[in-house]
């Protein structure tokens, strides 16, 4: 079935710095990845729509300046925290589904979780 | 503003039990609700999902029932086992599989 890898699955950074998280389906093409973040206990938020080639549609709130996303190939797009602090701790997690299948359903990485000291 | 609402926010149940879940959407643009199992640590994995022109789907021991007029579906796990025990989140999309909203998530016990 359709995998998406995320890497690193724990980050432990310190305050100031940058953090890169990436996400790879293995063995499908996505031409949209979304990011979402995941607070304890709570649902999953929509931070961005990653879109190859081109700039990535931020949801609401976010703050893009912030949260960086690269969506260089059609396997990969990644998500830099910049100048993280730790309101930033958070369980990232991003998804994917087969451009070349038409309708298929979102699947999911197994998530970073990020700890900003 | 929550589009997707969901209860009950946690679940104890017997091994062999029925657990249900319930979520009510807004939006009536919506036209795919999934359901996702998401383990400690782990990304949500898709269950089942069904569109608002069948009222029920089901799926070995999961079964969704879905009222278009109601704005409202539901998740039935039936024979719980104890390795059922996670978060379920319902969720909605428009216009296809891509940008669903989720529900505010069920943690579910199963106990043996």
């Known amino acids: 079935g359709a995998v998406v890898s995320q890497h690193p699955s724990w980050v432990i950074c310190k305050s100031g710095t940058s953090v890169k998280i990436e996400c790879r389906s293995l063995d499908f093409q996505a031409t949209t990845m979304f990011w979402y973040r995941q607070f304890p206990k709570q649902s999953l938020m929509l931070m961005a729509t990653?879109?190859?080639?081109?700039?990535?549609?931020?949801e609401q709130g976010v703050e893009k300046d912030k949260f960086l996303i690269n969506h260089a190939s059609l396997t990969l797009s990644t998500l830099t925290v910049t100048s993280a602090h730790p309101e930033d701790s958070s369980f990232y997690i991003c998804?994917?589904?087969?451009?070349?299948?038409?309708?298929?359903?979102?699947?999911f990485g197994n998530g970073t979780r990020l700890t900003v000291t | 503003q929550q589009q997707v609402k969901q209860s009950p926010q946690s679940l104890i149940v017997q091994k062999g039990g029925i657990p249900i879940i319930n979520c009510a959407y807004e939006n009536t643009a919506f036209d795919y609700f999934p359901w996702y199992q998401q383990f400690p640590g782990k990304g949500p994995a898709l269950l089942i999902a069904?569109?608002?022109?069948?009222s029920e789907k089901k799926e070995g021991r999961f079964t969704i029932s879905f009222n278009k007029s109601a704005k409202q579906f539901s998740l039935h796990i039936m024979d719980s086992q104890p390795g059922d025990s996670a978060t379920y989140f319902c969720a909605a999309s428009k216009g296809g599989y891509q940008k669903v909203t989720f529900g505010t998530g069920t943690k579910l016990q199963v106990i043996p």
């Open positions: 069904i569109r608002p022109d069948v």
């Open positions: 998804s994917a589904s087969d451009t070349g299948t038409g309708n298929s359903p979102l699947h």
């Open positions: 990653s879109n190859e080639g081109s700039k990535a549609t931020y």
